[in-house]
């Protein structure tokens, strides 16, 4: 599985926004980015996911460098309940091969008043 | 309702015993997966299914037993169980083998003393 490298953590104040840094510089042609992040004492949750192109949804944006080695996470407006652990997996993708999340160690985001 | 529920959350027993954890998804997904989260909170695969037919079966001791008995429900059989078995087992699906996200479950706590 090709690696992802993240920071241990990051801080950031409520309300403001966050950029979670990835770097995948051995990623392949046909891996996808995801992001999942885990709340303490909960499961990981799935944030979103893109292959090429910047993605948004409701939780979160997710901006992809041209050359796909490196993404970046964007929570636009940071409260207390997203901090959280978040990881940055990449997802090898073919019809109907298994495919595993292989999670790193993510980076701890701890968000202050 | 729980998308995915495990039971039981937590389980403290003593080193030789054998135990389940059990695995219920109600989202109608084909895939399910059962991963370790140790006390360093590294997250590892261990099994998947797809539509009962396992899929992914990761180093594994073969203490663990996986059992599907339908689509929508992945059990973890333990047997004699040791210290280093301690861990939060996660349950998670998806609706894909390599494809999609994935939905987990809050966790089952097992402590062996």
């Known amino acids: 599985d090709a690696k992802t490298t993240q920071p241990n953590s990051m801080e950031s104040n409520e309300e403001e926004p966050v950029h979670l840094p990835c770097n995948h510089s051995t990623i392949s042609g046909t891996d996808y980015i995801h992001w999942y992040r885990q709340l303490p004492s909960q499961g990981p949750e799935y944030v979103i996911h893109g292959l090429t192109s910047n993605v948004n949804n409701r939780m979160a944006s997710l901006a992809i460098a041209e050359d796909r080695k490196s993404s970046t996470l964007i929570l636009h407006r940071a409260t207390l309940r997203d901090a959280a652990v978040y990881y940055c997996i990449l997802r090898a993708s073919g019809t109907g091969t298994a495919s595993k999340l292989t999670f790193g160690t993510g980076t701890r985001l701890q968000v202050t008043l | 309702d729980t998308a995915v529920s495990q039971t039981p959350k937590y389980l403290v027993t003593q080193m030789g015993n054998d135990k389940s954890i059990k695995c219920e998804q109600n989202l109608g997904h084909d895939t399910m997966y059962w991963y370790k989260q140790d006390s360093k909170k590294f997250l590892k695969i261990m099994f998947s299914y797809n539509n009962k037919e396992l899929i992914i079966n990761e180093t594994v001791p073969n203490r663990f037993s996986p059992k599907s008995p339908d689509k929508a429900h992945l059990n973890l059989h333990i047997n004699s169980l040791e210290l280093g078995d301690s861990a939060v087992y996660f349950c998670?699906?998806?609706?894909?083998?390599?494809?999609?996200?994935?939905?987990f479950g809050e966790g089952s706590r097992l402590t062996v003393l």
């Open positions: 998670a699906s998806s609706l894909y083998p390599a494809t999609g996200e994935l939905f």
